[in-house]
T-cell receptor, first 114, second 113 residues
Framework: EAQVTQNPRYLITVTGKKLTVTCSQN?????MSWYRQDPGLGLRQIYY???????DKGDVPEGYKVSRKEKRNFPLILESPSPNQTSLYFC?????????????FGPGTRLTVT | QQQVKQSPQSLIVQKGGISIINCAYE??????FPWYQQFPGKGPALLIA?????SEKKEGRFTISFNKSAKQFSLHIMDSQPGDSATYFC????????????FGTGTRLQVTL
């Protein structure tokens, strides 16, 4: 079954305590992305990756880091979380399929920073 | 700076009716336009997507209409069903792939009996 998994699903942490949200896909997709979803703002891209060791900034990268050491994994790192990073985070993976793209999103990680 | 404007914010349609959601974009470099459906507590799911070289694409009850000169595209849901009640997002890609996406702010659709 095609799947994007994220862990943890829920996380409450304190300002400044480093955390990592993991993302893994089982479809051998080249592309992976991280988004945050906030009410009234839709989804905003944080970082994306075109393949192993190739990453680039999205629209809201400040305060986040990523790495892509293996094709299946794309962790999101918050080195010093702040309350304005409280949000719902989604990981996605995609690959070209004919004229369009096959794309899947993970179930989301709800992060609260106090 | 909102590059993809989506309307309406919310929509109520009777069962069997047509739901229409509109999006407008500013960046003429956008070249891939997907739509997503999201149910509460779930991640978005890709519904249908179009490239600017076609004006319409249909998959089942879902149709995208694309107007390149007006820089607008819309999602039509024919014969809307209560199970279609969800939030819908349009998006546009900056590089023709599904990775560099800019999303609209979403439309909450409610289909009533």
């Amino acid at each position: 079954e095609a799947q994007v998994t994220q862990n943890p699903r829920y996380l409450i942490t304190v300002t400044g305590k480093k955390l990592t949200v993991t993302c893994s896909q089982n479809m051998n997709h080249e592309y992976m992305s991280w988004y945050r979803q906030d009410p009234g703002l839709g989804l905003r891209q944080i970082y994306y990756s075109m393949n192993v060791e190739v990453t680039d900034k999205g629209d809201v990268p400040e305060g986040y880091k990523v790495s892509r050491k293996e094709k299946r994994n794309f962790p999101l790192i918050l080195e010093s979380p702040s309350p304005n990073q409280t949000s719902l985070y989604f990981c996605a993976s995609s690959s070209l399929l004919g004229q369009t793209y096959e794309q899947y999103f993970g179930p989301g990680t709800r992060l609260t920073v106090t | 700076q909102q590059q993809v404007k989506q309307s309406p914010q919310s929509l109520i349609v009777q069962k069997g009716g047509i739901s229409i959601i509109n999006c407008a974009y500013e960046n003429t470099a956008f070249d891939y336009f997907p739509w997503y459906q999201q149910f509460p507590g779930k991640g978005p799911a890709l519904l249908i997507a179009i490239r600017p070289d076609v004006s319409e694409k249909k998959e089942g009850r879902f149709t995208i209409s694309f107007n390149k000169s007006a820089k607008q595209f819309s999602l039509h849901i024919m014969d809307s069903q209560p199970g279609d009640s969800a939030t819908y997002f349009c998006a546009a890609s900056r590089d023709g792939t599904a990775s560099k996406l800019t999303f609209g702010t979403g439309t909450r659709l409610q289909v009533t009996l």
